[in-house]
């Protein structure tokens, strides 16, 4: 019997936005460019600061359209290293690995050539003509620039793009596995390109939304900008969430969010400030930045002073959705510990993770934890035997499958064991750390590109706990819900994290207006239960806030007190939230 929300269906938001209130505007396609002309003049000269990732050659176009006198300076063509010179210096830090590299601590300098940076700061000052310097990297030309625009793109549109055929940044890989390519980005070039726009955000002068065409591409400016991550810290928001298939994915996302018609959908990442971006409502034009822009530049207002202090401007906890409704069980796999992460990969926090059940059929069952009778040598043998494709892995005769029913929550801190399997719907609430799965077997399946998925036994084998066994893990990993606190029409109850992990869950059921407080430090939610609620401030700091079944909503730090009660159609139902916080770092 499906039990869901009643006119759950469609009410999912898929494009989110933040509205930076009145005195705004916003620029689309030709009149876009045709605002950025209007700067253009000899002696003036314009830099385009592009992310890696960003369609050049557009770009190009249409500055040569509303420009046609200009002398147009491609920065990277004109002073970065050569692609054979870059590939040479990252090697170090992308490993032969297919999945997993060390990150990269260095700047973008390191990669272009200071002589020929300086002669393209020549060239600007000895032209007669407007000048454009383009390209990731532009501002490193030590001149001063009349205008400075920053041309952002979020990871997600760029995963898209490479999907399509589109190399890395400087790189002859267009051809390349998927996952290398991710790879290179998310251990290097992003890490180099958010130190190099954090720097720029006091000064850039415009910000081009370059996710879409650069011909409709477009502009705010920076003003428009940093007005617009400055509210998003006043109030709830949610970030856009994002879609992806699986060989596992299932059919439930698909129904309840009224998802196009794709075969499956395995992925929804709906809160991973790394990955997703943040809509900005300009007087009813949306414009489109990465949300981790929010992190690195109001940090304090939207983390807390002590989740800051303990993270840096980084976003500590993930939501996402694990659909595996009649689809296939995800692989068995086990995340590193803390000394692992920092020694191997250069993380100084790991990926600790939980899943809770937001709905599940009757067969459902988590894997979590070894049998009591599991034997690592057999085990380890069964696995590697397994990798060579002579056996499948028995998971039954080493690992627990408990059953799951809607509304468990399992904790999975690194080291254990673990995987969903099929007829599952996981709300996976998480730290941010996305990328460090090592996969111990996977079923035998190839993945969607009919490339085998990479197995990392030696990984896995280096981190796994084979004390959490049946008895400890039942103890201290299923369902450990404990009330805390209630009131009239709401009951609070802590459903985790476990005590190794830095995140603590609570859950709260309510007919009924439920007290909250941020206390200091950010708050992540879902509307786990209930069609509708809304969320609201106390002395009206904000608009109130409607959230819908399933959707995750962020409450900056900064927000203080705010309330959650039934709204529209879960007025009359019994509503249910779980709320995500950094353990340790609440003020008083």
């Known amino acids: 019997m499906d039990d869901r929300p009643t006119g759950s269906r469609a009410t999912y938001d898929t494009a989110p936005s933040v509205a930076v209130g009145p005195g705004h505007h916003a620029w689309t396609g030709p009149e876009a460019w045709g605002r950025l002309a209007e700067h253009a003049a000899p002696g003036r000269p314009i830099a385009i600061d592009t992310y890696p990732g960003s369609d050049l050659e557009g770009l190009r176009a249409e500055l040569a359209r509303v420009l ?198 395995a992925w929804c990442f709906d809160c991973v400030p790394e990955e997703n971006s943040l809509l900005i409502d300009v007087d009813g034009t949306v414009v489109e930045v990465p949300s981790l822009d929010l992190v690195l530049r109001h940090p304090r207002e939207l983390l807390g002073e002590r989740t800051h202090a303990r993270f840096g401007p980084e976003f500590p906890i993930r939501f996402d959705f694990l659909d595996t409704m009649e689809g296939g069980n995800l692989s068995l796999q086990v995340h590193p510990l803390t000394g692992y992460i920092q020694d191997k990969f250069g993380m100084h926090y790991t990926q600790d993770e939980s899943y809770y059940l937001l709905d599940a059929a009757d067969d459902a069952v988590v894997y979590l934890g070894l049998r009591e009778d599991a034997e690592p040598a057999a085990m380890e043998q069964a696995l590697r035997t397994a990798e060579t494709g002579a056996a499948p892995f028995e998971a039954d005769a080493f690992v627990n499958a408990f059953p799951a029913k809607k509304h468990d929550h399992f904790l999975i801190p690194a080291g254990t064991v673990h995987c969903s399997g099929a007829n599952s719907m996981v709300l996976e609430i998480s730290a941010t750390p996305y990328i460090f799965t090592f996969k111990m077997w996977d079923w035998g399946r190839v993945g969607l590109d009919g490339v085998p998925r990479p197995i990392h ?55 009924d207006v439920v007290p909250h407080d941020t206390r200091g430090t950010v708050n992540v939610l879902n509307l786990v239960e209930g069609a509708e609620a809304v969320v609201e401030s106390p002395t009206g ?15 900056p730090a900064a927000v203080g007190p705010y309330t959650i009660r039934p709204h529209g159609r879960g007025t009359g139902q019994r509503l249910g939230t779980v709320k995500a916080s950094v353990r340790g770092t609440e003020r008083g």
């Open 541 to 555: 700091a904000f608009e109130p806030f409607v959230v819908h079944y399933a959707e995750t909503f962020i409450v």
């Open 457 to 511: 036994l030696d990984h896995a084998m280096a981190n796994v706990q084979w004390d959490r066994d049946t008895t400890w893990t039942r103890d201290h990993l299923v369902d450990q819900v404990t009330e805390v606190a209630s009131g009239d029409g709401w009951v609070e109850e802590r459903t985790g994290l476990h005590e190794l992990e830095f995140i603590e869950v609570r859950r709260h059921w309510f007919t």
């Open 68 to 265: 046609p006198d200009a002398e147009l300076i491609d920065v990277e063509a004109a002073a970065a290293h050569s692609p054979e010179y870059i590939d040479a210096l990252l090697a170090p830090n992308l490993t032969d690995d297919r999945v997993f590299g060390v990150m990269d601590h260095r700047t973008l300098d390191v990669l272009y050539d200071a002589d020929r940076l300086a002669a393209v700061a020549d060239r600007v000052a000895a032209s007669e003509r407007p000048v454009v310097v383009y390209g990731w990297g532009a501002t490193l030309v030590p001149t001063t620039f009349d205008t400075i625009v920053l041309a952002d793109l979020a990871r997600w549109e760029i995963q898209q793009r490479q999907r399509a055929g589109a190399p890395n940044w400087r790189a002859d890989n267009g051809d390349d596995d998927q996952l290398r390519k991710v790879k290179r980005g998310f251990f290097v070039e992003w890490r180099m390109a958010d130190r190099h726009k954090r720097a720029l955000f006091d000064r850039i002068d415009y910000v081009l939304d370059a996710n879409s065409t650069m011909a409709t591409a477009k502009l705010i400016t920076g003003d428009t900008f940093r007005a617009g991550l400055a509210a998003a810290t006043t109030r709830p928001f949610r970030v856009v969430p994002f879609f992806d298939p699986g060989v596992w994915g299932g059919q439930w996302m698909k129904t309840t969010f009224d998802l196009d018609d794709a075969e499956n959908y």
